[in-house]
């Protein structure tokens, strides 16, 4: 059964960056859609990128285009997540999940599963 551990949160100012990785166990990762997601607390589970098997297809939610870059390397079954010009609103814990590549394109919660714990991400200055 495919396992996904997020690591690489932490506390950064605003403007800095950080690099999340999704690192996966028990399966292969190449077979699957990868997608970040984020819930602040006293809020849903929201969409942040998504990543296509192949990793050369790419979405993100409006708010991150342009700040945040998704990718990921098969050969170590891991993802990432390079977060840049980081706001405090883009405080949550951040987690990882997995779909079907038919459903390459959604980031809608209920379409990924295998979640990790999560990592937490905290902008404050």
């Known amino acids: 059964q495919l396992q996904l551990v997020e690591s690489g949160g932490g506390l950064v100012q605003p403007g800095g960056s950080l690099r999340l990785s999704c690192q996966a166990s028990?399966?292969?990762?190449?077979?699957?859609?990868i997608g970040w997601f984020r819930q602040a607390p006293g809020t849903e589970r929201e969409g942040v990128s998504s990543?296509?098997?192949?990793?050369?297809?790419?979405n993100y939610k409006d708010s991150v285009r342009g700040r945040f870059i998704i990718s990921r390397d098969n050969a170590k079954n891991t993802a990432y997540l390079q977060m840049n010009s980081l706001k405090p609103e883009d405080t949550g814990v951040y987690y990882c999940?997995?779909?079907?590549?038919?459903?390459?394109?959604?980031?809608?919660?209920?379409?990924?599963?295998?979640w990790g714990q999560g990592t937490q991400v905290t902008v404050s200055s």
């Open positions: 999940g997995t779909t079907l590549p038919h459903m390459y394109g959604s980031l809608h919660r209920a379409d990924f599963g295998s």
């Open positions: 028990g399966g292969t990762l190449d077979r699957y859609v």
């Open positions: 990543i296509g098997t192949t990793g050369t297809d790419a």
